[in-house]
């Protein structure tokens, strides 16, 4: 019997950008998992450049599943990224359907907004079917801006106090999450992520760097999915990705990448092949 882990990434495949699937794939890869990319979008580059092309995926998606079943897949972990319609999230929800059972783990980074914008690509609809998506993570890893769309919450800014925090992940937990990862809050000198699991909070902060570089929370979450794929925590996952995206953001500020570029985790890809 074959005991290799293997993961089912997905997301958008930016190609010449460090974001979604173009970190997933390595960072995944890098902790000694198999994974599968399943694409929701075709993207020349990511879309905080002025131009890019871009190419729906959503019936690639159900031919992608169709033939994953003819091969009898088995997931141990389904990690959900961008989703660009609402067939799409009812698309995820069959792959659940049809290649989840009791041991795989779920993980729905609910990739909605940002800064307390909600993207203008995404519909009421798309938040109603993502709150139902919601229902069947055992993890779920929003920025404020999305956690507070999906509680019906006015958003709380960057910088909220425990109290809110907490409030907050507790009606994610309500809506059926098992365990909530609020990311990139921000306080003072501070970024911390929040993680709320079996009635227990933790913060887990590192010194902020003053740049915002695309695509580190897809870092983030490439690391938290592998980590909990191979049986560890959300708190254990979540301590080892904040100091990893810590010291990945620290050297691409000091060699000075830009925004758009997304950070360079790449010569830091031996710390995770370290944790197999
Ligand atoms: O999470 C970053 C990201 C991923 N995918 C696409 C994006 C961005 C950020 O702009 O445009 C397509």
């Not at 998992?33 to 190419?55: D, K, Q």
């Not at 079996?198 to 913060?203: L, M, V």
């Not at 191979?230 to 620290?250: C, I, L, M, P, Q």
Request: glycine share 6%; aromatic share 10%; proline share 2%.
């Amino acid at each position: 019997m074959n005991k290799e882990l293997r993961v089912a990434a997905i997301n958008d495949l930016s190609g010449a950008s460090r974001c979604s699937l173009t970190t997933a794939l390595p960072i995944i890869s890098a902790m000694g998992i198999n994974c599968c990319v399943m694409p929701t979008a075709l993207l020349s580059n990511h879309t905080g450049y002025s131009s890019f092309f871009f190419e729906d995926c959503t019936n690639q998606m159900q031919e992608f599943s169709d033939k994953w079943e003819n091969l009898e897949l088995h997931f141990d972990c389904i990690f959900s990224g961008f989703l660009g319609c609402a067939k799409q999230i009812e698309t995820v929800e069959h792959f659940i359907d049809k290649f989840a059972d009791e041991k795989t783990k779920i993980l729905i980074d609910p990739v909605m907004g940002d800064n307390g914008e909600i993207y203008s690509t995404y519909t009421d609809e798309m938040c109603s079917k993502m709150k139902r998506l919601v229902k069947r993570a055992d993890v779920l890893t929003p920025n404020l801006t999305e956690a507070c769309s999906l509680c019906g919450i006015e958003y709380a800014g960057e910088h909220p106090d425990d109290r809110t925090l907490i409030q907050i992940c507790k009606k994610l937990l309500e809506l059926g999450a098992k365990s909530v990862v609020l990311t990139g809050c921000k306080c003072e000198n501070y970024i911390s992520n929040y993680v709320y699991s079996g009635n227990e909070g933790r913060k887990y902060s590192s010194e902020l760097i003053p740049k915002y570089f695309t695509g580190t929370g897809d870092v983030f979450a490439s690391i938290v999915c592998a980590m909990i794929t191979k049986g560890k925590s959300v708190f254990e996952a979540v301590e080892f990705a904040t100091d990893f995206v810590h010291r990945a953001a620290s050297y691409s500020y000091s060699i000075g990448i830009t925004v758009n570029e997304g950070i360079a985790f790449e010569k830091f890809l031996g710390l995770l092949t370290a944790q197999i």
